[in-house]
T-cell receptor, first 111, second 109 residues
Framework: DAGVTQSPTHLIKTRGQQVTLRCSPK?????VSWYQQALGQGPQFIFQ???????QRGNFPDRFSGHQFPNYSSELNVNALWLGDSALYLC??????????FGPGTRLTVL | GQNIDQPTEMTATEGAIVQINCTYQ??????LFWYQQHAGEAPTFLSY??LDGLEEKGRFSSFLSRSKGYSYLLLKELQMKDSASYLC??????????WGAGTKLIIKP
C-alpha cells in the first residue's frame, strides 16, 4: 500500500512565476491538507480539500489555490511567486479526524 | 491569537529519559498531537491525546492536562535515531491543526 506521494521532490522557480505541486493520498483517504513549512519552523496550514471542495483555509493569500480530483488526488497552485514562498510544501491525507499521514514534501526554492 | 510553545532545542544522553513540554493557547480544543520529524523528511505521527492523562506507546508516552493547556512527550531509553525535531500540534475549534515550531532533540553518546 503506497503512502502519500508528492511530486516533484524539488523545484526551482524565479520570482513572478507560477508553480503546481501534486499529491496523491494514501489509499482509502478522502481528505487532503496542504502545509507550508519554512526552515526551522512548524508547518503552517494552507487549506484542506474534501469531496473536491475547499473545506477550510488558513491565513494564506489568494495566490495560493488548490484543487481536488474525483480520485482524491490534489494540486496546490501558487501564482506570482516571491522569495518568501521558498519552503517545504507538505501534503497530508486522512480518513478520519485522528491522524494525518504526510507525504515526503516538495522543496520549493524561489530565486 | 493562537499560540503553541515548545523549547527550541534540548540535549540528552543515549539511554536516558527526556521530557519535551508543550503549552498551548488556542480557540477551542479538539485534541493534541505529537509528531517526529527527521531533518529533510516529513513529520510522522507519534501520539494523540484528547482526554487528560497519560498515553503510553512503547518507549514514548504523552501526557495532557486540558485545564493547564499543557502536554509533554516523554521518551525513554533514548537511541541515537531519536535525534529529530518533535512537533506539538493542537486541533482547534475549527478542526484546524495549529503547530508549534518544534523542539530539536540532540542525542549524545
Amino acid at each position: 500500500d503506497a503512502g502519500v506521494t508528492q511530486s516533484p521532490t524539488h523545484l526551482i522557480k524565479t520570482r513572478g512565476q507560477q508553480v503546481t505541486l501534486r499529491c496523491s493520498p494514501k489509499s482509502g483517504h478522502d481528505t487532503v491538507s496542504w502545509y507550508q513549512q519554512a526552515l526551522g519552523q512548524g508547518p503552517q496550514f494552507i487549506f484542506q480539500y474534501y469531496e473536491e471542495e475547499e473545506r477550510q483555509r488558513g491565513n494564506f493569500p489568494d495566490r495560493f489555490s488548490g484543487h481536488q480530483f474525483p480520485n482524491y488526488s490534489s494540486e496546490l497552485n501558487v501564482n506570482a511567486l516571491w522569495l518568501g514562498d521558498s519552503a517545504l510544501y507538505l501534503c497530508a491525507s486522512s480518513r478520519d479526524e485522528n491522524e494525518q499521514f504526510f507525504g515526503p514534501g516538495t522543496r520549493l526554492t524561489v530565486l | 491569537g493562537q499560540n503553541i510553545d515548545q523549547p527550541t532545542e534540548m540535549t540528552a544522553t543515549e539511554g536516558a529519559i527526556v521530557q519535551i513540554n508543550c503549552t498551548y493557547q488556542t480557540s477551542g480544543f479538539n485534541g493534541l498531537f505529537w509528531y517526529q520529524q527527521h531533518a529533510g523528511e516529513a513529520p510522522t505521527f507519534l501520539s494523540y491525546n484528547v482526554l487528560d492523562g497519560l498515553e503510553e506507546k512503547g518507549r514514548f508516552s504523552s501526557f495532557l492536562s486540558r485545564s493547564k493547556g499543557y502536554s509533554y512527550l516523554l521518551l525513554k531509553e533514548l537511541q541515537m535515531k531519536d535525534s529529530a525535531s518533535y512537533l506539538c500540534a493542537v486541533r482547534d475549534s475549527n478542526y484546524q491543526l495549529i503547530w508549534g515550531a518544534g523542539t530539536k532533540l540532540i542525542i549524545k553518546p
